[in-house]
Structure formats: structure tokens, C-alpha cells
């Protein structure tokens, strides 16, 4: 797999985590192999640091200590109240002091745990917003929408919403993740071409 699919995934893990936590996004920065987003819970002043690395400076290509260490020593210079460490996997030791320093760790095998109902609401959310970003309201009905007509999708987000409710339906959480991360992504795209 070539690194810029890799830090695409690592990446959307960063915006998944956000959207089903609901954190308020206030600044992304990237620097080099990192990636930085601060975020905060909703209706709280708490500041919390999700770092995304796309590519360990090890040849191994684990991250290490070393990276944990440095996270560490910004979350306490620039006064963050919590810390999220994102990438493709992590040594022994780099797991062990993240788990000594409170530090919560997603990897590519390590990933986040959530339950059918907060994804759905989640999803729910960003559908409802493109919704209106694109079509200027929230259909109440399903022949109010135009995404679906005659057998045939003409709405990405229609499509999407659609695979939703079989997804929920069954249990597949991976299915939903995969679902909001894509509407994160025409969310973006949306937001792009609004301020062209």
C-alpha cells in the first residue's frame, strides 16, 4: 500500500474519531509527517490534541518512543487537556508509555470502538447538513428527495444514506465508519467549492 493511501486512512480515522465523538474542529495543522488537529468536545473549553503521523521516522516504519516523548512534551508546552496518537502501528515501548502518559492510541490495528447508535447519529448529522449545503433543506419525506428517482441515484449522499440503513441494520460498524468518512470527505469537497 503507497503512503498517500495511508495517510488518507490515518487521516479519516482522525475525522471518524472527531464526528462520532462530536468534537468541534478549531485549527488543523500539518507538519512535515504529522498531522495536528485540535479539537475540542461540544460545549466544553477542553483542548485536546489528535496527532496523526503518516509515516514513522523509523525505517521499520513503526513509531516510536521517541515520537510519544515529543507529543508528550506538546501537549504540556501548549496546555491540551488530553492526547490522541494516530499511526500505521507502534513499538512496544511507544505503547507503553503512551498507556503511562494517558495518551489514546489508534492505529492500523488498533481501532476505535463504536457502538451502531452513536455512528448512525453521527452519519445522521453530516447527512442532514449536506443536505442542506447542497439542496437547501432536509427532506421529510423520501419522495421530497430528488437523489432517487426512477430506480436511478443522482446524489452521492442519497446512495450513502441509503447503504446507511442497511448497514445499521445488520450491525456492521466497519461499514459505517467507511459510510461517514466518505461524507466527511463530500462535506469537504462541499465546503471547498463554497468558499472558490
Do not use: C, Q
Given at each position: 500500500?503507497?503512503?498517500?493511501?495511508?495517510?488518507?486512512?490515518?487521516?479519516?480515522?482522525?475525522?471518524?474519531?472527531?464526528?462520532?465523538?462530536?468534537y468541534e474542529?478549531?485549527?488543523?495543522?500539518?507538519?512535515?509527517?504529522?498531522?495536528?488537529?485540535?479539537?475540542?468536545?461540544?460545549?466544553?473549553?477542553d483542548k485536546i490534541l489528535i496527532r496523526v503521523i503518516t509515516e514513522a521516522k523509523?525505517?521499520?516504519?513503526?513509531?516510536?518512543?521517541?515520537?510519544?516523548?515529543?507529543?508528550?512534551?506538546?501537549?504540556?508546552?501548549?496546555?491540551?487537556?488530553?492526547?490522541?496518537?494516530?499511526?500505521?502501528r507502534?513499538?512496544?515501548?511507544?505503547?507503553?508509555?503512551?498507556?503511562?502518559r494517558n495518551i489514546e492510541a489508534f492505529s492500523k490495528n488498533i481501532r476505535p470502538y463504536f457502538k451502531v447508535e452513536p455512528l448512525y447519529l453521527a452519519i445522521n448529522s453530516r447527512i442532514e447538513n449536506l443536505c442542506r449545503m447542497r439542496c437547501g433543506h432536509v427532506p421529510m419525506k423520501e419522495s421530497e428527495c430528488k437523489g432517487y428517482v426512477d430506480g436511478s441515484y443522482s446524489c452521492d449522499?442519497?446512495?450513502?444514506?441509503?447503504?446507511?440503513?442497511?448497514?445499521?441494520?445488520?450491525?456492521?460498524?466497519?461499514?459505517?465508519?467507511?459510510?461517514?468518512?466518505?461524507?466527511?470527505a463530500i462535506e469537504k469537497r462541499v465546503r471547498k467549492r463554497a468558499h472558490m
Open positions: 500500500m503507497n503512503d498517500e493511501i495511508i495517510e488518507k486512512e490515518l487521516v479519516e480515522k482522525a475525522e471518524v474519531i472527531s464526528a462520532v465523538r462530536k474542529n478549531s485549527k488543523i495543522r500539518k507538519n512535515g509527517n504529522e498531522v495536528d488537529f485540535t479539537v475540542s468536545p461540544s460545549g466544553s473549553n523509523s525505517s521499520s516504519g513503526y513509531v516510536g518512543m521517541n515520537a510519544v516523548r515529543e507529543m508528550s512534551e506538546f501537549i504540556e508546552k501548549h496546555d491540551y487537556d488530553k492526547g490522541i496518537l494516530i499511526g500505521k507502534f513499538t512496544e515501548a511507544a505503547k507503553s508509555e503512551m498507556e503511562r449522499v442519497r446512495l450513502i444514506n441509503d447503504n446507511v440503513s442497511f448497514h445499521a441494520e445488520h450491525g456492521w460498524t466497519g461499514f459505517l465508519k467507511k459510510d461517514l468518512a466518505k461524507l466527511l
